[in-house]
């Protein structure tokens, strides 16, 4: 027998053997269990664009360097929940759910609509908000009251948003799109455009201030936003749904979105969720 050919061929198969441990350990710790993660460091990361993001989350104008809006209280509430302190990171609102994906923080939450083809990637948590879609016009501007009327018309709305999708799918509508959501009412009040069409949200927060804006018809094309996690991350899915329903039913969650006049009937939904989730 060759020993020394034997020798060779069991360190070769040693090397081997060592070499898969070490890949499955980097594996297993590039993998750790987010919310072990989270509580472990007594740090919640979140994800979002601050720009224009009223009234989710935008900058203090009389302290630019504060962030305010409806959810900044949400998030702050969760991270009291869960014992920890909330880093925060600005990313453009056109890549946040691919820089989500990609471990640059542990949740991405602004407004993001619960969708099919977004679920295809990112696990979502329930719902946390019931939106819908609402016009924006000139205070002057008789031709638009119902969703029909904006054929023919220009119509700002932003990008990747049902309000899109829905514009898109009427047909016969000129669809200005925007990044930001200050531009289009800047446009409307210009008369660039027609008419605005975005959730309610940001109609409210921007059209009911302005006297020369206006409201009109009824909202319409209700969904949901939700917390979007990695595909992988459902401990902490999980525990961010007892929050939100912790949150829901102690009532906290209606005084944080009174305090920024968003609560509505329509709201009455999330204490449903289970049948909600299932309807979608």
């Known amino acids: 027998m060759n020993y020394k050919l034997l020798t060779i061929r069991c360190m070769l198969f040693l090397q081997i053997c ?4 070490c890949l499955s350990l980097t594996d297993a710790f590039a993998y750790q269990n987010t919310l072990e993660k989270i509580k472990s460091s007594g ?4 994800g979002f664009n601050a720009e224009g993001g009223a009234p989710y989350v935008f900058h203090d104008l009389k302290h630019s ?5 409806f959810e900044v209280e949400l998030v702050e509430a969760i991270a009291r929940e869960l014992g920890v302190k909330v880093q925060c990171f600005q990313n453009v609102w056109d890549s946040i759910l691919l820089s989500l994906q990609r471990g640059d923080f542990d949740i991405a939450l602004n407004g993001i609509e619960i969708t099919p083809d977004r679920e295809q990637s990112i696990l979502f948590t329930r719902p946390y908000y019931v939106y819908a879609e609402q016009i924006v016009v000139r205070a002057a501007d008789n031709r638009i009251n119902s969703l029909e009327d904006l054929r023919g018309k220009k119509v700002g709305t932003l990008y990747n948003t049902a309000a ?3 514009l898109e799918e009427m047909g ?3 669809v200005n799109i925007y990044s930001g959501q200050v531009e289009p009412f ?3 009040s210009l008369n660039r455009i027609d008419a605005v069409f975005v959730d309610l949200p940001i109609a409210s927060y921007y059209a009911m201030p302005n006297p020369q804006l206006r409201l009109v018809g009824k909202p319409a094309g209700e969904g949901y936003y939700g917390i979007a996690v990695r595909k992988e991350d459902t401990a902490l899915a999980e525990e961010l749904n007892k929050i939100i329903e912790k949150l829901l039913r102690t009532g906290e969650l209606k005084k944080i979105y009174g305090r920024w006049g968003l609560w ?6 999330l204490f449903l969720h289970e049948e909600l989730l299932q309807k979608r």
């Not at 060592?18 to 441990?21: H, R």
């Not at 360097?65 to 809006?69: E, F, R, W």
């Open 18 to 21: 060592f070499s898969v441990i």
């Open 43 to 46: 740090v919640l990361t979140w």
């Open 65 to 69: 360097s504060k962030l305010i809006g």
């Open 164 to 166: 899109k999708r829905m």
């Open 172 to 174: 016969e509508v000129t």
């Open 186 to 188: 800047k446009d409307l």
């Open 264 to 269: 509505n009937t329509a709201q009455e939904k």
